[in-house]
């Protein structure tokens, strides 16, 4: 049986007014169901949630990721442990080898796409601002990868081991041009900097946030030009497209 959610509910989960989902509902963007005619009650199947999720993805990891009150994300994006995104890493690696375009290069994105999640746990572990884990999706139709945290962020983690660091923007340029001695992490992969290697090798796209600063890379343009960016987060957000 499909599980129904209510207007509330949906509304909670996707962090908007019960006014803005009765409009998507009358022009179409996310369709409610109704019992009956007359009493005119909203309610959502899970299916129908999970399509318009899939296919806003991205903006919806943005506002889950830079929302002032943390909540869960919805369970089908949600790690709430290192395991659990190993397992869903893994699936995604099974369905990246189906396509044929991809056989060049779908080795390369999961191997990024793992050391961003893992730098989430590592560094975080025990210290996330207020919800733990990681939240972690892709969608191959539109072929974007997304994951975000709720963690310390770049600046508190690099302040630690590197305190002239001043803010945003240059931990930020530090954590993808720099190898910092006494970071465990750094000697598995060389965290972002090998994100970064990969990135100028393959035709793909990197966008990454961490507080007030954000930075896009590509094979054509991968100098680490680090911006201010509109909205100040907690942790990083990471969108990958392919």
């Not at 659990?84 to 779908?106: G, H, P, V, W």
Request: glycine share 6%; hydrophobic share 35%.
């Amino acid at each position: 049986m499909s599980l129904k959610l209510t207007l509330g509910e949906v509304a909670k989960l996707l962090n908007v007014s019960t006014d803005t989902l009765r409009r998507w509902d009358k022009s179409g963007i996310l369709t409610a169901e109704r019992s009956n005619k007359l009493s005119g009650h909203r309610h959502y199947s899970n299916e129908s949630l999970e399509t318009y999720l899939y296919d806003n993805i991205f903006k919806f990891c943005y506002k889950w990721a830079t929302r002032k009150m943390g909540q869960e994300p919805p369970s089908i994006f949600y790690c709430q442990n290192s395991s659990i995104f190993q397992a869903r890493l893994s699936k995604m690696e099974a369905e990246l080898m189906k396509t044929d375009s991809l056989k060049d290069i779908y080795s390369l994105l999961v191997a990024i796409t793992g050391e961003i999640g893992n730098n989430a746990f590592d560094h975080n572990l025990g210290n996330w601002s207020d919800i733990s884990g990681l939240f972690f999706g892709y969608n191959l139709k539109s072929r974007q990868i997304v994951l975000a945290d709720r963690g310390q962020g770049l600046y508190k983690t690099l302040k630690r081991v590197k305190p002239e660091i001043k803010d945003d923007q240059e931990a930020l340029k530090t954590a993808f041009t720099e190898i910092i001695s006494g970071r465990a992490p750094e000697n598995r992969g060389n965290g972002l900097k090998y994100v970064r290697r990969v990135v100028e090798m393959i035709p793909i796209e990197l966008y990454f946030k961490s507080g007030n600063a954000e930075l896009t890379l590509t094979k054509n343009d991968s100098k680490v030009k680090p911006r201010q960016a509109q909205k100040r987060m907690l942790g990083c957000l990471a969108l990958i497209k392919f």
